[in-house]
């Protein structure tokens, strides 16, 4: 299924992502791709793309991410009141209720302390926004909020000096206190070719969003789209993910594991035996510690919540045979 839904684009150097009036927001991204592919720089495409579309009454709100000095740059256009803006810190547009905005800015603001004593290494800026983006994608699990114009599947992308780039093949396993096989919602989120994929265990359905390319015709867009769809579902029956993202859904704990596309680390092994596009996952007990508890809180409460990382730790070979073989056990024989 293809929708040309997708509220981010990736291209020409930039990122751009939007809030409000689709149509509108759309034409103005679309101009603003265009003014790029001919000369214009980052700032004069942003104006020349609202111009296009102003005077305008309808409300939406456009944010373009490009670098400029060897330094990020971050623009911010509002339609309604044709006007443009230089963004310095975090903005956040949308319909998210309060307390998630300030868990947002929270854990922004202790990123940003973190980026400034490690310094702008590309694998510390991936590793961020894994777990902005896993926070985000948690809030629609312990709040409904479709209504709102808000959930569904959360995407990342972030530019860099050398250019723009979209997040890794991310995992998200959604369970409760102890995780039951039976119950578990697992969905990966992955791009290819600018196609967000979204493949996901209890539908078997894989659900393809995308913006057409410029002037491609519309058999070059379903082959793309297709394409993307097969090399995400190859992934997944893989196991080869980027990150495993634990979401509990009896506590707001969030957990990030670094998986670098191996199928074991030391916390969790993920079992592909390719059956009905199903995968297993063998948790450790230490695992199961970290996904079950609010750091430094003895009594939590809804209002806490955590977000934790875990690096990538080679599990060694006895290890993976023993767990291939308890998940086998486990999780095939059960099935045939």
Request: with cysteine; glycine share 8%; net charge negative.
């Amino acid at each position: 299924m293809n929708e040309k839904g997708l509220k981010l684009a990736v291209g020409a150097n930039s990122v751009v992502g939007f809030a409000g009036d689709v149509a509108t927001a759309r034409s103005l991204i679309a101009a603003y791709f265009v003014a790029r592919e001919t000369g214009s720089g980052a700032r004069d495409g942003v104006r020349q793309a609202l111009n296009s579309v102003c005077p305008c009454t309808e409300q939406s709100e456009v944010l373009f991410g490009f670098y400029e000095d060897n330094e990020p740059r971050l623009l911010h256009a509002n339609t309604a009141r044709n006007a443009i803006s230089e963004v310095e810190g975090l903005v956040q547009l949308g319909s998210v209720p309060p307390s998630q905005r300030e868990w947002t800015a929270s854990y922004v603001s202790a990123f940003l302390d973190l980026l400034n004593r490690f310094g702008p290494h590309p694998l510390h800026a991936e590793r961020i926004f894994t777990q902005l983006v896993a926070l985000m994608q948690s809030y629609s699990v312990h709040d409904y909020l479709l209504p709102r114009g808000v959930g569904g599947a959360f995407v990342a992308a972030w530019v860099t000096p050398s250019g723009a780039r979209w997040q890794g093949d991310h995992l998200y396993v959604i369970h409760d206190a102890v995780p039951n096989p039976a119950d578990m919602i697992m969905c990966a989120t992955m791009v290819r070719d600018d196609v967000l994929c979204l493949v996901n265990n209890q539908t078997g359905n894989t659900k393809l969003i995308t913006w057409p390319h410029r002037s491609e015709s519309e058999h070059a867009l379903t082959t793309r789209v297709e394409a993307a769809g097969n090399k995400s579902l190859g992934t997944f029956d893989d196991a080869a993910f980027d990150y495993f993202i634990s979401i509990n859904k009896h506590k707001h704990v969030v957990t990030v594991l670094e998986m670098c596309g191996e199928q074991h680390t030391a916390l969790v092994s993920l079992c592909a035996h390719g059956i009905d596009g199903k995968l297993g996952v063998v948790w450790t007990e230490e695992l199961l510690r970290i996904v079950n508890t609010i750091a430094g809180i003895e009594a939590p409460e809804h209002l806490h919540m955590t977000l934790g990382f875990q690096p990538f730790i080679e599990l060694n070979l006895e290890h993976q045979q023993e767990r291939e073989q308890f998940a086998w056990e486990s999780f095939v024989d059960q099935s045939i």
